[in-house]
C-alpha cells in the first residue's frame, strides 16, 4: 500500500535507514520536516537511495483543486488520496498570522446535520503523514509568498479525536519537528469526552474547540447526533478538567442558525454553560450545505446575540466566514465535485490586504 514519507516515525526511519552512514537518519528526517521534501527531492543523499526511497514511499497528496478567494488570502485544496479518498485543506492569510486547517479523516462518522462533512458519512482515518503533509504543503505554499505559517487548526474534515492516537503523533511532530508552537496549534472536537478527558492529561499545550451549537441537550441532540451519548454537563466536566491539567481554557464554537440557536434563550443557556466551562465563545455564521435546510443568522442578528452573551459577562468573539467564494468550509467543495458541479478554480494574484479580516476557523 503506498505511504507517505511523512508516516514513519525516527525509529523507523532508522531502520528504514540501515546500512547507510548514521546521519543519514538526521539528513532525511530534517529534509522531510524542516525542508519539506520528499526523499526523492533531497538532493544531499545518494542518488540510489533517492530512487529505492521513490518507490518505497509513493504515497502523496495528489492536487485535484487548488483555488483561491478572498483575493489572494484563502487558499483551498482538494487532496487524492492514494486509494481514491479526498480531504480538504485550507490556508488563511491574516494580517498578523497565516493559519491552515487541515483534516484528521476522510469523511466523519459523527453525523451533524448542518455539516457537509457529517452529511457524506465516514470513509477512513488519516494516517499521520496524511496529516502532517498538509501542514508541509501548505508551509510551501505560504513561503511561497513570502508568508510564515504560524498556526495549525484540526478543523477540516473529520473528527480529531476520533483518530486519537494520529492525531496525537501529528500534534508532536508538528511542534518538535516542524517548530510550531503548541499553543499555535488547536484541536476542535465535536464533544468525545473520553478522549478529551485523556487529552488533556497528555501534558501539551495545544489548544481545544468544543463544537457546541446549542446549550440545551434537547436541542443540540437533534443536530448533533453524538450528544446523546456525552450530554453537554459531561463535556463541561471534560473543558474544565482541560483548564486544570493544562491552564488553558477551551474555545466554544457556535455556528449562528437563523432562527434555531440565535434567540435571547439561546444566548442565556449559552452564558451559564460558557461561564461553568470558563470557555471563550467564538460565533461564526452557519455555512449553508446542501443537506441542511436552514440558513446562517444575520449580521443584526449576530450582534444582538454577542450583545447579550457580553452582558452575561461572556468573552465572545463573532469570526466571519472565510473562503465563502471558494466552498471553503468543511467538506464544501468535494461536496460540489461529487454533485458534478465545476470547482471555482481561479489564480487570483495575491494582493495583500490590509483589512483585518477573520476566519471560520481561524484562532
Ligand atoms: N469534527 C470537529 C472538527 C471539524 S468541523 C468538530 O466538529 O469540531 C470544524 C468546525 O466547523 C466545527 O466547529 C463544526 O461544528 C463547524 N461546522 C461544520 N459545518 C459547518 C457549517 N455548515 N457552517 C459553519 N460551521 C460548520
Ligand atoms: Fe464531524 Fe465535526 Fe462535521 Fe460533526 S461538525 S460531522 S464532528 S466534522
Request: with cysteine; hydrophobic share 40%; net charge negative.
Amino acid at each position: 500500500m503506498p505511504r507517505s514519507p511523512w508516516d514513519p516515525d525516527r525509529a523507523e526511519w532508522a531502520d528504514l535507514l540501515d546500512g547507510e552512514p548514521r546521519f543519514r537518519i538526521d539528513q532525511v528526517w530534517q529534509g522531510l520536516h524542516e525542508h519539506g521534501l520528499r526523499p526523492e527531492e533531497q538532493t544531499n543523499l545518494p542518488k540510489a537511495l533517492r530512487e529505492r526511497l521513490a518507490v518505497e514511499f509513493d504515497g502523496r497528496l495528489e492536487p485535484v483543486v487548488r483555488s483561491v478567494g478572498d483575493g489572494g488570502d484563502t487558499i483551498k485544496w482538494l487532496w487524492r488520496l492514494h486509494d481514491g479518498a479526498t480531504v480538504e485543506t485550507v490556508l488563511m492569510h491574516y494580517a498578523d498570522r497565516s493559519t491552515v486547517c487541515i483534516s484528521s479523516q476522510a469523511g466523519c462518522a459523527m453525523g451533524c446535520t448542518f455539516c457537509a462533512t457529517g452529511q457524506a458519512g465516514f470513509e477512513r482515518h488519516l494516517s499521520v503523514g496524511e496529516i502532517v503533509e498538509q501542514v508541509v504543503l501548505a508551509r510551501a505554499d505560504a513561503a511561497a509568498s513570502g508568508r510564515r505559517l504560524s498556526n495549525v487548526v484540526y478543523m477540516g474534515m473529520g473528527e480529531p479525536l476520533a483518530n486519537y492516537d494520529r492525531v496525537m503523533a501529528s500534534l508532536r511532530r508538528l511542534n518538535t519537528d516542524l517548530g510550531l508552537g503548541a499553543r499555535h496549534l488547536t484541536v476542535s472536537t465535536v464533544g468525545l469526552v473520553p478522549q478529551m478527558l485523556r487529552f488533556a492529561e497528555e501534558g501539551l499545550q495545544v489548544g481545544l474547540a468544543v463544537s457546541l451549537h446549542s446549550a440545551n441537550d434537547a436541542d443540540r441532540s437533534t443536530t448533533i447526533p453524538i450528544n446523546d451519548r456525552h450530554p453537554i454537563a459531561d463535556v463541561v466536566a471534560a473543558c474544565e478538567l482541560f483548564r486544570e491539567r493544562t491552564g488553558r481554557r477551551v474555545s466554544f464554537e457556535w455556528a449562528m442558525i437563523a432562527g434555531v440557536n440565535d434567540r435571547p434563550s439561546d444566548a442565556a443557556e449559552l452564558a451559564s454553560v460558557a461561564a461553568a466551562a470558563r470557555a471563550h465563545v467564538n460565533l461564526i455564521p452557519l455555512n449553508p450545505t446542501p443537506g441542511y435546510p436552514e440558513i446562517g443568522s444575520t449580521p443584526e442578528a449576530i450582534e444582538a446575540f454577542v450583545g447579550r452573551l457580553r452582558r452575561h459577562g461572556v468573552n465572545a468573539t463573532v469570526r466571519a466566514n472565510r473562503g465563502t467564494d471558494i466552498d471553503a468550509a468543511c467538506g464544501q467543495l468535494r461536496t460540489r465535485l461529487a454533485d458534478g458541479g465545476s470547482a471555482p478554480v481561479t489564480l487570483t494574484p495575491r494582493v495583500r490586504p490590509n483589512r483585518p479580516t477573520v476566519g471560520q476557523t481561524g484562532d
